[in-house]
């Protein structure tokens, strides 16, 4: 990850520190509760959360799991991440500063490894995958969970432009089909996988990114996102919804281990 890019992405996150934290840890309860679900977890798991943000999901699985950890480059996310560990009392997990590029964890150290909604962040998404498999056990589980992209080119292309123009931090929405060519090519197999449609608003989407209606950022990407929608040209099945629009995230949720015959 370039100097500039991991400034960007820590500038826009102590931005939207506190309106994302709520999203992630309060307002979602049952998205968060499906998640914790489909990880699985084990009451002996070591567990490592990958850009964790505010802790969602590192705190929802710690009730579940021996020990938490959870790692993010902004600091405003990890303090929020403390702040609501306190408030949950929570005893079992630790936040700290680390780049997903080079976490700071020996070879195989953990049960499972995840990280979730993240990857559209990280300009070279094949290196954290690798490293996410180092730091798990041979035998470890991995959860990657992220928004997909549209498969058909034209598509994937304005989607990926109205999402970095809402937030210069967003690297690229893979598509489905990518993340099961780098599963393949990294020597995964998957365990489970789910797509789940995320709808939600486009004004709300829109808060979470620090912007108001008045600035000329929120602007632009309706406009964007409003040109896109006759023949839902950018995939995001926008609808109008009195002042607002209604869009779709489609969120891809995977459950990996690594190939039998690679891990022997
Ligand atoms: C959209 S938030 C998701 C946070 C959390 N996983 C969740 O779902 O609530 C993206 C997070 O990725 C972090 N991030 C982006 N690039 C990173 C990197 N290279 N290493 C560690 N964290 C990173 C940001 O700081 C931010 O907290």
Redesign the pocket.
């Known amino acids: 990850?370039s100097k500039k890019h991991?400034e960007t992405?820590?500038k826009q996150?102590t931005k939207t520190a506190e309106a994302?934290s709520t999203f992630?840890v309060r307002d979602t309860p049952e998205i968060l509760a499906e998640k914790v679900e489909f990880a699985k977890p084990l009451a002996t798991d070591l567990v490592l959360?990958?850009?964790?943000?505010?802790g969602?999901?590192a705190l929802g699985v710690a009730p579940r799991v021996t020990f938490v950890y959870g790692?993010?480059?902004?600091i405003e996310?990890l303090r929020r991440s403390r702040a609501f560990e306190a408030e949950k009392q929570i005893s079992n997990a630790v936040f700290a500063c680390?780049?997903?590029?080079q976490l700071p964890f020996p070879d195989g150290t953990f049960d499972l490894v995840s990280?979730?909604?993240?990857f559209h962040?990280?300009p070279k998404p094949a290196l954290?995958l690798r490293e996410i498999i180092r730091v798990a056990k041979p035998e470890g589980r991995l959860v990657l969970m992220d928004p997909l992209a549209p498969e058909s080119d034209p598509k994937y292309e304005l989607y990926n432009r109205i999402e970095k123009l809402r937030d210069p931090?967003h690297a690229l929405t893979l598509r489905l089909t990518d993340y099961l060519r780098m599963f393949d090519e990294e020597g995964l197999e998957l365990l489970r996988q789910s797509v789940r449609r995320r709808a939600r608003s486009f004004h709300q989407w829109m808060v979470r990114a620090a912007l108001n209606s008045e600035s000329k950022r929120y602007q632009e990407t309706r406009k964007l996102l409003e040109d896109s929608m006759t023949g839902d040209r950018a995939g995001f099945s926008a609808q109008a919804q009195g002042d607002d629009i209604q869009i779709v995230h489609n969120e891809g949720m995977f459950l990996l281990r690594r190939r039998q015959s690679e891990s022997t």
């Open positions: 990850m991991k992405v820590q996150f994302f992630a959360d990958v850009a964790c943000g505010p969602a999901f790692v993010d480059l902004t996310m680390s780049d997903a590029e990280c979730q909604c993240s962040h990280l954290v931090s």
